[in-house]
T-cell receptor, first 114, second 114 residues
Framework: DQQVKQNSPSLSVQEGRISILNCDYT??????FLWYKKYPAEGPTFLIS?????DKNEDGRFTVFLNKSAKHLSLHIVPSQPGDSAVYFC?????????????FGKGTKLSVIP | DTEVTQTPKHLVMGMTNKKSLKCEQH?????MYWYKQKAKKPPELMFV???????INESVPSRFSPECPNSSLLNLHLHALQPEDSALYLC?????????????FGDGTRLSIL
């Protein structure tokens, strides 16, 4: 049973436009959400996180939106750059069960076309 | 540059060999983790160390033996591995294992079992 789902395996976006990556979750106990970026032959790099007490968190070109009622979060990248091409993983944890336990989605491969 | 350093980057070993993977962080983090990642899959948690004590073992076979010599170092000792153990082994660290803080990953060790 997949508790964190990234339903789009891949996404292509033109350079300069907005990239929107989506993530859905089923476990209502999740209260901390993270996005990681992964290049080939490298480990996941932490991008941005959001706690369930917020609905938006922004860091430069990256914004994460959380819709708790829909159990949905999204990562917006504006403007997209070719260097953003990577696999993006959504992850979630339940601090009541131990925030060490990250549940990952399967990832979305973003390609930014120059 | 990743602040979690893993060595070696690649390792090829036979099923009867004994080898060790090493991980180091100097961010003052008190929680460290080992993950296993197979191709096109998200990372799977193996072990959690909290304040240098093993706090979580996710039913990992005994042929994998973790060790935390001090707060900056984490080892994974390997013995009598099977071909299905071939994978990317990722180390991560975070401030602690119970508060909502992101985990930071190393670039991993690509392990191949002959």
């Amino acid at each position: 049973d997949q508790q964190v789902k990234q339903n789009s395996p891949s996404l292509s976006v033109q350079e300069g436009r907005i990239s929107i990556l989506n993530c859905d979750y089923t476990n209502s106990m999740f209260d901390y959400f993270l996005w990681y970026k992964k290049y080939p032959a490298e480990g996941p790099t932490f991008l941005i996180s959001i706690s369930s007490i917020k609905d938006k968190n922004e860091d430069g070109r990256f914004t994460v939106f959380l819709n708790k009622s829909a159990k949905h979060l999204s990562l917006h990248i504006v403007p997209s750059q070719p260097g953003d091409s990577a696999v993006y993983f959504c992850a979630a944890s339940d601090s009541g069960a131990g925030s060490y336990q990250l549940t990952f989605g399967k990832g979305t491969k973003l390609s930014v076309i120059p | 540059d990743t602040e979690v350093t893993q060595t070696p980057k690649h390792l090829v070993m036979g099923m009867t060999n004994k080898k060790s993977l090493k991980c180091e962080q100097h961010m003052g983090h008190r929680a460290m983790y080992w993950y296993k990642q197979k191709a096109k899959k998200p990372p799977e948690l193996m072990f959690v160390y909290s304040y240098e004590k093993l706090s979580i073992n996710e039913s990992v076979p005994s042929r994998f033996s973790p060790e935390c010599p001090n707060s900056s170092l984490l080892n994974l000792h390997l013995h009598a591995l099977q071909p299905e153990d071939s994978a990317l082994y990722l180390c991560a660290s975070s401030q602690d294992s119970y508060s909502n803080q992101p985990q930071h990953f190393g670039d991993g060790t690509r392990l191949s079992i002959l």
